[in-house]
């Protein structure tokens, strides 16, 4: 069980040429950790056989449904409640939360197969050679897409290799309709891109396109962000249809180029680019730059492609402080992503912790799901965050 592909997904955040910026934090806001109530009472149980995962991103379906995406979850038998118990390890699941006014958030855990000796991934590609991770996704009408990273076994790696896989490319899966329950959905997966491109780390439907936030690996720790877009009627078949932003402000047909905008100059694997009404601003929640990261950051723009302004620490992740107690210094955080539709004019954040060792991550039931912060939204933007020196799309 490779637990640690976060690592591999990370490591090049910071070993690239990116300059890892220092911490600032974000001005006249309440102090760091400050948290807030959770009104939804919105939190992942270990029930159903769920016993951990990462990732989580989330898709609004009604105005009290959400689908969660998850990547490589710990499944057992719905009695059980230790990793230790667990029949395997799922390359991926999803999850239902029904969220009422005035009751707490439920949720139900998906998986394939989960009565087998071993159960099988939501998004499943029949092998244990090569899985899906996914990435975010976008709902139109009653058809959901999800943008799912392909990665394989590396040739001549053995199975205690925590680095032995490597991104295939992009894949998407369509749902006909999602509002039915995950137990009769039918995903359908085609190509999107190699492993040169990662579209999809983030996604969003703005005016008649939908955005998708996309990683460019220019090889082993380098890279950066850069924006491609699909006009919304056409989601169904992206690869005929992509468009990307160039560094001229221009979009232009195609997948991403040399000339491609440098959104961010970090190639970010996990992050959530969504639109705060309230505060005119779109704001972009990753972890922070460096590796391992003890903090959230949030970058502000006036547009959903930028200019962003510098990251700005927003919170400190308390498994990573070393008073804190229960600290370990093998214990990492990751996996930022913000959830709009569960608060309003205030920041829901996600965020996960593991482990460097594998069997801590299994024996600690304290780490290794997502957790969930209620925070206070700015109340001025930092002087960082006015437009860099780039020019604005067109």
Same mark, same amino acid.
């Given at each position: 069980?490779?637990?640690?592909?976060?690592?591999?997904?990370?490591?090049?955040?910071?070993?690239?040429? !990116?300059?890892?910026?220092?911490?600032?934090?974000?001005?006249?806001?309440?102090?760091?950790?400050?948290?807030?109530?959770?009104?939804?009472?919105?939190?992942?149980?270990?029930?159903? $056989?769920?016993? $951990?995962?990462?990732?989580?991103?989330?898709?609004?379906?009604?105005?009290?449904?959400?689908?969660?995406?998850?990547?490589?979850?710990? &499944?057992?038998?719905?009695? @059980?409640?230790?990793?230790?118990?667990?029949?395997?390890?799922?390359? /991926?699941? &999803?999850?239902?939360?029904?969220?009422?006014?005035?009751?707490?958030? @439920?949720?139900?855990?998906?998986?394939?197969?989960?009565?087998?000796?071993? *159960?099988?991934?939501?998004?499943?590609? +029949?092998?244990?050679? &090569?899985?899906?991770?996914?990435?975010?996704?976008?709902?139109?009408?009653?058809?959901?897409?999800?943008?799912?990273?392909?990665?394989?076994?590396?040739?001549?790696?053995?199975?205690?290799?925590?680095?032995?896989?490597?991104?295939?490319?992009?894949?998407?899966?369509?749902? #006909? /309709?999602?509002? =039915?329950? *995950?137990?009769?959905?039918?995903?359908?997966?085609?190509?999107?891109?190699?492993?040169?491109?990662?579209? +999809?780390? !983030?996604?969003?439907?703005?005016?008649?396109?939908?955005?998708?936030?996309?990683?460019?690996?220019?090889?082993?720790?380098?890279?950066?962000?850069?924006?491609?877009?699909?006009?919304?009627?056409?989601?169904?078949?992206?690869?005929?249809?992509?468009?990307?932003?160039?560094?001229?402000?221009?979009?232009?047909?195609?997948?991403?180029?040399?000339?491609?905008?440098?959104? =961010?100059?970090?190639? =970010?694997?996990?992050?959530?680019?969504?639109?705060?009404?309230?505060?005119?601003?779109?704001?972009?929640? !990753?972890? $922070?730059?460096?590796?391992?990261?003890?903090?959230?950051? &949030?970058?502000?723009?006036?547009?959903?492609?930028?200019?962003?302004?510098?990251?700005?620490?927003?919170?400190?992740?308390?498994?990573?402080?070393?008073?804190?107690?229960?600290?370990? #210094?093998?214990?990492?955080?990751?996996?930022?992503?913000?959830?709009?539709?569960?608060?309003?004019?205030? =920041?829901?954040?996600?965020?996960?912790?593991?482990?460097?060792?594998?069997?801590?991550?299994?024996?600690?039931?304290?780490?290794?799901?997502?957790?969930?912060?209620?925070?206070?939204?700015?109340?001025?933007?930092?002087?960082?965050?006015?437009?860099?020196?780039?020019?604005?799309?067109?």
């Amino acid at each position: 069980m490779k637990l640690l592909r976060t690592l591999a997904l990370l490591l090049p955040i910071v070993s690239g040429s !990116s300059p890892v910026l220092p911490a600032q934090t974000v001005p006249d806001s309440p102090a760091l950790n400050s948290t807030l109530p959770n009104p939804a009472g919105l939190e992942f149980p270990y029930a159903q $056989g769920w016993l $951990g995962a990462d990732d989580a991103y989330s898709i609004p379906l009604t105005q009290t449904e959400s689908v969660w995406l998850f990547g490589d979850t710990f &499944v057992a038998n719905k009695e @059980t409640r230790l990793r230790s118990e667990a029949k395997t390890m799922a390359r /991926n699941s &999803v999850g239902i939360s029904t969220c009422k006014p005035d009751k707490n958030c @439920t949720i139900r855990y998906f998986w394939q197969k989960r009565d087998d000796p071993k *159960p099988r991934s939501f998004f499943d590609t +029949g092998s244990d050679d &090569v899985w899906y991770w996914p990435l975010d996704g976008v709902l139109q009408g009653k058809t959901l897409y999800v943008s799912l990273l392909a990665v394989r076994n590396k040739p001549g790696a053995g199975p205690n290799d925590a680095f032995g896989f490597e991104i295939a490319g992009t894949k998407l899966a369509t749902v #006909k /309709n999602a509002l =039915i329950s *995950p137990e009769r959905w039918h995903p359908v997966v085609q190509d999107l891109t190699d492993s040169h491109l990662w579209p +999809g780390v !983030s996604m969003i439907a703005d005016g008649k396109y939908v955005i998708w936030y996309t990683q460019v690996s220019a090889g082993e720790g380098h890279g950066f962000m850069t924006a491609m877009r699909v006009p919304r009627g056409k989601m169904s078949k992206p690869a005929k249809h992509w468009e990307y932003l160039k560094k001229d402000g221009q979009w232009a047909k195609g997948l991403a180029g040399a000339d491609a905008m440098h959104v =961010i100059e970090q190639p =970010i694997s996990e992050m959530s680019v969504r639109y705060h009404p309230s505060m005119r601003k779109w704001l972009a929640l !990753s972890a $922070g730059p460096e590796f391992p990261s003890p903090r959230a950051v &949030v970058r502000f723009a006036d547009s959903p492609v930028g200019p962003w302004s510098n990251p700005q620490t927003i919170y400190e992740f308390p498994e990573m402080k070393h008073d804190a107690p229960g600290y370990d #210094k093998d214990t990492f955080c990751y996996a930022v992503k913000e959830h709009t539709e569960f608060t309003g004019a205030q =920041i829901t954040l996600t965020y996960a912790c593991n482990s460097m060792v594998l069997a801590k991550t299994i024996a600690n039931m304290n780490i290794y799901r997502p957790q969930v912060v209620i925070l206070e939204l700015p109340r001025e933007i930092p002087a960082s965050a006015a437009a860099r020196e780039v020019p604005p799309p067109r």
